[in-house]
């Protein structure tokens, strides 16, 4: 369709131009040779015009980009915040029974990214997987294409240029040149010193500062045009990733994949969330943020869960445990703190989450083992019972259910 629309508005350029010299040719009525100068003449003039009004387009659309992305937002700043002695927020998301719903609340702009005392220590884990597994943690469908481009720049300004030094002053910390231009910010906690903006530096580049300084998961979305029945004719796209810690599923298998394609595996998603997901998708207006809360149980695992669970789930390959299997080392209630927004100027909608792992034991300690237990039962009398299996409940769910009940 662009193809055949991009075909005819040349054609329609090329006719224009044709028409055109035709007209300045029949003014003059000179022999060939001199038509011939007079055509080239008012053809590299036409051109040079022509340039200018593109030139002069360009510098209006990137005047607009430069607005939006440095619009005024009321961030505010995080009072009595200390970094060492911040603990991480604790959440208990687990209800009887499991209802699949969106289940989203509205979040403050300023409460977008939580920073706890683990910053430090987290940060460093970041860094050996961006290392280790550079194309797990970093994904682009292309560096070249300027809506990715947009989208990366307009959050990784965001980030750097408006949110964490005004949210979190202790912790970054900008630095002016002599036209008061914010053109660095300092990262107080590990000395690294980084661009302010990302204009200057390659799209890889870009996401991997953002991975390495903020706790957090973030994968963009583009909207494109469909000839389907979806709201507002768009499907949300895949297109870029910066993430570390995603459970149960690899971001390369997913990039270049529609919202419905990323959540195909997640049962009855179709029947029950995907309308209710386009719909929201299609309305999310710039400025505002939403939030959610999940939780899952895990129990040979830590941060980096970067492998297909659900595949061997429901082939039925997996080993059910008993509570003497348990390494309580490694059993935790895993939760991410999920949030959506929309990028004013790319059009991107920004899914990002911050993982929290609490051990087993410390949900037993603190009495809430046998609402965690009934949650555990809940999962297979909910709206969707496949999702006991979907989250290995055939795994661990006894030996789980039987530790906390002991």
């Not at 989203?104 to 702009?109: A, P, Q, R, S």
């Not at 061997?312 to 509570?323: C, Y």
């Not at 792992?357 to 609402?371: R, T």
């Amino acid at each position: 369709m662009d193809g055949k629309i991009q075909l005819a508005a040349a054609n329609s350029s090329a006719c224009g131009e044709a028409s055109h010299h035709q007209r300045i040719l029949e003014m003059f009525p000179f022999p060939v040779a001199g038509q011939i100068i007079l055509a080239i003449i008012a053809l590299i003039i036409w051109r040079f015009h022509r340039c200018k009004w593109f030139i002069d387009i360009h510098e209006d659309v990137q005047k607009d980009v430069t607005s939006a992305q440095h619009q005024t937002v009321e961030i505010d700043e995080l009072e009595n915040f200390h970094l060492d002695s911040s603990e991480p927020p604790k959440f208990r998301p687990f209800k009887p029974k499991y209802h699949l719903t969106m289940g989203l609340e509205t979040l403050g702009c300023s409460d977008f990214l939580i920073f706890d005392k683990t910053y430090p220590e987290r940060l460093k884990i970041r860094r050996s997987l961006a290392q280790q597994h550079p194309e797990d943690v970093i994904g682009i469908i292309s560096d070249s294409d300027a809506r990715i481009r947009l989208a990366v720049e307009e959050l990784y300004s965001h980030l750097f240029k408006i949110y964490l030094p005004a949210r979190y002053p202790s912790i970054f910390k900008t630095t002016r040149d002599k036209t008061d231009h914010i053109n660095s910010v300092e990262n107080l906690i590990t000395g690294s010193i980084i661009p302010a903006d990302a204009e200057s530096i390659s799209l890889h580049v870009a996401l991997k500062i953002i991975s390495e300084n903020i706790d957090e998961d973030f994968f963009i979305l583009l909207p494109h045009k469909t000839d389907e029945d979806t709201p507002g004719d768009v499907v949300y796209v895949l297109e870029a990733y910066s993430a570390c810690f995603p459970s149960g599923f690899q971001p390369r298998d997913k990039i270049g994949k529609r919202l419905a394609d990323i959540h195909r595996p997640v049962p009855k998603y179709k029947e029950k969330l995907q309308k209710s997901m386009d719909r929201f998708f299609a309305r999310l207006e710039a400025g505002r943020l939403v939030k959610r809360i999940n939780w899952a149980i895990t129990v040979d695992e830590e941060l980096y869960s970067n492998f297909d669970k659900s595949g061997p789930a429901f082939e039925g390959t997996l080993k059910k445990m008993t509570m003497k299997d348990l390494d309580l080392n490694k059993t935790f209630l895993r939760s991410e703190r999920q949030t959506l927004h929309r990028l004013p100027a790319s059009d991107a909608i920004v899914f990002a989450f911050h993982t929290y792992l609490y051990p087993i034991q410390d949900i037993k300690a603190e009495g809430s083992g046998e609402d965690l237990a009934l949650a555990i039962d809940g999962l297979q009398s909910g709206s969707v019972p496949e999702i006991f299996t979907y989250k290995n409940g055939e795994k661990w769910a006894d030996a789980v259910k039987q530790y906390l009940r002991s």
